[in-house]
């Protein structure tokens, strides 16, 4: 039994970014422009991992949940839904002679907002221009984000022909109580149902999302809800911790009077879900995810290759650069992360005139390609190897140490907190340091605690 001391959550319960990308989004500038994006993705055909994995934005939610930290953009107005998606369209064709058409796609995943707020004509459009536009590997991973309340079996039957084999359901609590703190819409259909009929299809994958950290969530009654979806059974689950920042996401301040469960309280939420998923025969996967055994992620860990992007964990045989479209989508390219308009209005104006809507991005160095690297192993594979590093980068291992803020005194706080164990081949976190990851990623980040930037806490 995993038991995480409580003087560690005090200690270590700070502000630490998340690390879905390195440096992360909010070092972002403005002086990367359209101009830049451009210029990154012809020198992406260069680079390394030449697959091509895409991102579709789907921003539209009919109803606001008031702990959304997603990009979304709240209505039910068709026509915007229809000028949108042609934009997209647009997109696709102005990036499509960019890219070297001997690429191929390998992952496609729609995100939002509620991808599932479009009609399956509307999906089905946009999968059409893609399979007549790019060349794609034998067996491409094509995922989907779906709030099941938008859903039924016909809607679902027509996304796994249409080829989608993972699709994600949000379920984030089968509290009714919980749901309704929140403002979000409750399913009609029982959840178990889809995830029998996308499990009985023998064509697609099912993940249920789940967010501790709700008001109105207990230790005990969330314990039920992994419960229940361990009885339900999917291929992959995960838990998020719940992000509050209300000073980005004005909505969630609402949840600050129905009360915000305290750090200590969300831990052992997690604790629990951890121990429950584990004793089910479910592999931990990075901070949050947990997938069946024989599932590729659980794979890819225990062969020390899994990865990760803004779209989740995947492999590096699934993986490629991402090449976003629609609104705030962001482009992570092997050199450069470039992120789309925030609006709506905007983006369909930009694009209609022939312009990426490039609103700001990254150009990486190579230090901070290393930094990257360093913060993916810790963070996915919960190790890091100095003599691969080295090799990898083509340097030797003292100039690794130079080049990322290799601590010592830091590392041995770490390790004397049972976080990690450090030694002359490299570091290896420890089952209680997976708790505090982020923290140990942190330590190699020199940016970190620069003025200005917001981040969740570590818990
Ligand atoms: C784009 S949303 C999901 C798609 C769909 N709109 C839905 O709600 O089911 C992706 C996931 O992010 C998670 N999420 C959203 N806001 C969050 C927050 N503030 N903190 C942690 N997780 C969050 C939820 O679990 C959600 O299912
Ligand atoms: S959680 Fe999903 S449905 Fe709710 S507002 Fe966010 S993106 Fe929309």
Redesign the pocket.
Known sequence: MINIPEYLVDKYNVPVPRYTSYPPANFFGKEYTEKEYRESVIRSNQDDPKNISIYIHIPF?PQL?Y????NTHITRNEAMKSNYLEALKQEIKMLRPLLDPNRKVSQVHW????PNSLSIPQITGIMELLKNSFTFIESPEIAI????AHLDHAYVDSLINLGFNRI???V?DFSEDVLNTVNREIPTIPIENFVIQIQESGKAKVNL???YGLPHQTVKSFGQTIEKALQIGPDRL?T?????VPNI?KS?AILEKAGLVGPSEKLRMFENTYEMMKNNGYTPIGLDHFAKPDDELAIALNNKTLHRNFQGYCTRETTGQVYAFGTTGISQLESAYAQNAKTVNGYIQAITEGRFTTEKGYLLTSRQKLIRHVINEIMCNYFISWEATANRFNLQQSEIFNLIRYDEEQLSIFSEDGLLISSPVGITVTELGRFFVRNIAASFDPAIGQAGKTFSKAL
């Open positions: 939610c949940c702990y959304c930290g997603c995100g939002g907002g509620t984000e779906c709030n099941p994600s359901l949000g984030q999302d789940f967010i995960v998020f911790s719940y992000a509050h996401k969630q």
